[in-house]
């Protein structure tokens, strides 16, 4: 009977850890959209920006400070874009190795169900 009892207990923790990736893969989505449409509103700044460019005499407005602003922003926003991708597939990867975890005792307890028939 400590068997089934210890087959139980694991396919819970198995359980509860998957509630956990599947939390925590849902605030690594949040994160990745975030990061996503700040890095459409980087795009869509420097589009728009494009038309004051070509102002004449906006050379000696200070344009240039202005492009480097851009594009490091466009730069960090595309650096936080890939750092929070590569953690929503590391979050997928832990929920996967949960999820498997899950089957495999619960496949154990299964078995024990079956042998004891």
Known sequence: MSTRA???AA???AEADWHQANAALDRA???RAAANAAWDKA?????ATGADRRKAGAIWDKVFADRRKATTDRRNADNARD???AEWDRAHAVR????AAWDQARAALDQLDH???
Do not use: T
């Not at 795009?43 to 589009?47: P, T």
């Not at 996967?96 to 999820?99: E, F, G, N, S, V």
């Open 29 to 31: 989505q949040a994160d």
């Open 43 to 47: 795009v869509a700044d420097r589009r």
């Open 83 to 85: 750092q929070l991708n």
């Open 6 to 8: 210890e087959l139980e």
């Open 96 to 99: 996967a190795q949960a999820r």
């Open 11 to 13: 396919l819970a923790r």
């Open 115 to 117: 042998q004891q028939r």
